[in-house]
Each structure stands twice: as structure tokens, then as C-alpha cells.
């Protein structure tokens, strides 16, 4: 049986002041988003598993993600939080690697002020911290900020990093430009993955179609090819713009011209190497 993984899920109790960047134009996701309430969902689109990704920046999240891990099979990964740039870092990361679950971390560096927070010297400090528990980091950025992961990236050849949601790139206005420029750059580096997620609320929530994607897929499809590109769904900030099915269709379409074993990768296989499921 091909195993399909979600990559990329959130899950949230919702409050309005910790969750604030969920806008009132963001109704449909302005409510609490558990495993229970995916887990139908995933089975009517033959997905076997996710991985869930902090949406808050607390320790308090990474311990309310193991609580959800522990009460639902499906959560077969965690992608936390925790202060890279704190003093005591060694000790926090001692602390979480007693628990299997947690694969990783990640920090929200598209929302930090400066352009080159990736390369600071105690967040460095962090990230070389995570290699003696195999933990991976995930890339949160926009396009601006692909200069400074570039850099980032160099600096350690052998820290598995994934870029989440293609960097964002500006759908929108189906802009490639610097953003293809930086991200091949990126690929170069054999370390670095990226998540084949999040298009849909880079695209006009109301009026995307499949062939406004196309040229984003071509361009990291290309530079990344099907060893390094994880599929996921982003859900359920994709709610936004698009369902679950929808989301999902928008890959398989782009792939069902590759041979079966392509395809299985980039649906399971990647992501159960990549995070170590």
C-alpha cells in the first residue's frame, strides 16, 4: 500500500488574543481545530498520517501537540517550539528529546522585523544545538527573506531544513522573479526540502485554478526534484481558500504524469525519510 502523509497540519484551542493573527476575515478558522476533526477527513482522502506544526511560539505549544500525539494515532510527528535563542537551549532540547514524537522545531522568522534573524548569532547557536538529537528545522520565510536562508542554509551543510510553503511565493500576480532566483540558489544545497503547501492562500482565496500553480510547481519541481518535495496541506489555514480534497487534488493533478514510485514519494516517502516517522 503507497502511504500518503500530511506534512503539514496545525491544530489549535482558540483564543483571541494568542491566535490575533487570525483575522476577522478569517472567520472559517476562527474557531479550535483538533485531530478528531481531520481524522474523517484524511480517511476519505486515503491520507494515513500527519505531521503537526506549531502555530504559536511557546514551549506551552510544543507540550499541547504531545498531548494530542499521545490521544490521537494520526499525529505521527511534531514540529514544536522552543527559544532557539535561549541560554539554557541545550537543556530544553535535552528535555524534548526524551519524547520520540518530537521531530523537530520551528520558529515563525516571516513575522520577525529583521531580514536577517535566520543568521544571529544565538539563533545559529540553536540550530547547531539540534543536530545531536537528529532534530530538523522547518523554514518559515517569505520571498524577501530567501537572501538570508540562503546564507542560513550554508552555514550547516548538515542540518536537514525544509522550506515550508515554497517560501510564499506571490501567486497572486503569479510573480516568479527574484523568488525563483533565491530558491534555486537554495536547492542547490542537498540538505534543504521543501513543502509542496500552503499555494492555495498565496493565490486568490476565491478565484485560483489549477493553472496558476503550474509555474511555482515547475520551478521547484525542477530545482528540488522528487527526492526533496514533501506534500502537505496546511490545514486548516487552507480552509480559507480551499477544502481538504481540493488542496490535495491541486498535487496529484501536477504529478500523475510521473511513474507511481515518483509520485509515492513525494505523497509519503519524503516526508517518513525527511522527519524520520
Known amino acids: ?6 506534512a503539514h497540519q496545525h491544530f489549535w484551542q482558540y483564543h483571541p488574543v494568542k491566535d490575533a493573527w487570525i483575522t476577522p476575515s478569517m472567520e472559517v478558522i476562527r474557531r479550535d481545530f483538533t485531530p478528531a476533526d481531520i481524522a474523517p477527513i484524511m480517511a476519505d482522502n486515503e491520507v494515513h498520517g500527519c505531521v503537526a506544526v506549531q502555530a504559536d511560539q511557546s514551549e506551552q505549544e510544543t507540550n499541547f501537540l504531545l498531548q494530542l500525539a ?44 529583521d531580514a536577517d534573524f535566520l543568521l544571529g548569532y544565538d539563533f545559529c547557536r540553536g540550530i547547531a544545538a ?3 538529537h537528529h532534530f530538523t528545522y522547518d523554514i518559515l520565510v517569505y520571498p524577501s527573506q530567501l537572501p ?6 550554508k552555514r ?7 522550506i515550508d510553503h515554497l517560501a ?19 536547492a542547490e544545497h542537498p540538505n534543504v526540502y521543501c ?3 500552503g499555494m492555495v492562500t498565496e493565490a486568490d482565496w476565491q478565484n485560483w485554478e489549477q493553472a496558476h500553480f503550474v509555474p511555482f510547481l515547475d520551478v521547484v519541481f525542477d530545482a528540488f526534484g522528487t527526492d526533496r518535495l514533501v506534500y502537505g496541506s496546511d490545514w486548516p489555514v487552507s480552509l480559507l481558500a480551499a477544502d481538504y480534497k481540493q488542496v490535495k487534488n491541486i498535487i496529484q493533478q501536477y504529478i500523475q504524469h510521473l511513474p507511481v514510485a515518483e509520485q509515492a514519494k513525494i505523497m509519503g516517502e519524503n516526508a517518513c525519510r525527511f522527519y524520520n516517522l
Open 1 to 6: 500500500m503507497q502511504i500518503c502523509i500530511d
Open 70 to 113: 499521545e490521544q490521537h494515532d494520526i499525529v505521527k510527528g511534531i514540529v514544536g517550539w522552543v527559544d532557539l535563542r535561549a541560554d539554557n537551549i541545550v537543556e530544553r532540547l535535552q528535555h524534548f528529546a526524551q519524547f520520540p514524537v518530537i521531530k523537530g522545531f520551528r520558529h515563525i522568522v516571516q513575522a520577525e522585523p
Open 130 to 132: 539540534l543536530a545531536k
Open 148 to 153: 538570508a536562508v540562503a546564507a542560513f542554509v
Open 156 to 162: 550547516f551543510p548538515r542540518q536537514p531544513f525544509i
Open 168 to 186: 510564499k511565493p506571490n501567486i497572486v500576480d503569479q510573480s516568479l522573479g527574484e523568488w525563483e532566483t533565491n530558491i534555486r540558489a537554495i
Open 195 to 197: 513543502k509542496l503547501s
